[in-house]
């Protein structure tokens, strides 16, 4: 079966990717919109409508960015013109483009900026890899990991102290998934913690202990940030960080996605979509969610919501749009601390022993409400 990426002009493999509208939208030539020739014709090949009968079309007809129509290919000279670009499929299937609709691109373009990781199926991976580094490290020299989640693991648990003790014995060492973090003792003495270190009252972090020996694991839910982690020696350049995006929203295209959801993009990120879009380098149509802090009272969030609602790039555009902003509310899923309706149940992964909870809320309703 053929293949091709149509969104961004480059052949990636032999599927069509179509990312210009949803083909299930237009019946088999029932939009007979043929006040102007299309500005494009696929023919002759099979085009998956996504249609309630999942029908299988011939040709499709583009003008500027909406489809025409979608049917068999001697319907398309209705819609032919002069100037009008015609391709034959020669049989290659055209699907819609795919939309991932909760990415955080700019960030994870970074997170192996300064090691690649291996594929980890198990602790057993990770400690090797972490012992690796330890060995060409300096004494004291941090080994970070970050947004390694432990449902990719075998044991679907994290890693703990004494374990991270025996891969870095000179090293801190943090494992970082989200809010929560494993780390080894040496990690833990450099950032303050102790066996009798107290997480501030009325917060939701918690220092795990062995329930049998009563110390701790190493292990922190919901307070990452209580590591201190000094900052790396050398800061990724606007120009690093522009490319690694470009690298990803490439890897976005080769497995099918034409369109993307950005929740809780920050301004400087925001600028390196511009950026691209200026460019002509930006292959993903972005939807941009703006990162909007809850914290202090309403008057402030109220003003923050206003000067969003004023951005620059919250007029239309078909590629780069912001329209939305995103609040962290609770936990998350994969970390077992999102706010659910019913008890997660005791859980040795996420180190749940309250048959009652629930999870982690992070916005109180009334001023959510507001």
Known sequence: MKRVLFSSSRPVSNVFLLGCALFALLPATRGQDTEAPADLILRGGKIV????????????????ERLVAVGADENMRAFTGPDTRIVDLEGATVLPGLI???????????????????????????????????????????????????????????????????????????FRTGPDA?????????????????VPEGSEVILERNPETGRLTGIIRGGGGLIKVPPAERAPTFDERLGRLRELI????????TGIADR???????????????????????????GLGVGGDIEAIEQNLDQIAGHRLHAYDNLLWLRGVKI??????????????????????YGISDPEYRGVLKVEPEKLYL
């Open 264 to 290: 809780s993009a920050s301004e400087s990120a925001i600028r390196l979509y511009e950026t691209l879009r200026k460019d002509g380098e930006l292959t993903c149509r972005v939807y941009l969610y703006h």
């Open 182 to 198: 494993a780390v080894n003792s040496l990690a833990l003495e450099l950032s303050g913690i102790d066996e009798d270190f107290q």
């Open 328 to 349: 962290f509310l609770d936990g998350g899923m994969l970390t077992g601390s999102a706010y659910l309706k019913e008890p997660w149940g005791v859980s040795e992964s």
């Open 250 to 257: 490439a890897d976005y295209n080769r497995v099918g996605l």
């Open 49 to 64: 409508t996504v249609d309630p009968d999942f029908s299988i079309a011939e040709a499709l007809a583009v003008r500027g």
């Open 100 to 174: 991932d609709s909760h990415v955080h691109s700019t960030g994870a373009a970074m997170y192996e900026y300064e090691h690649t990781y291996p594929d980890f199926e198990s602790i057993e991976d990770v400690l090797g890899y972490i012992a690796e580094r330890a060995a060409e490290a300096e004494d004291g020299e941090w080994i970070t990991l970050s947004q390694v989640f432990i449902t990719r693991l075998r044991e679907r648990r994290y890693p703990t102290r004494e374990e991270l003790d025996r891969a870095a014995p000179r090293n801190p060492v943090r």
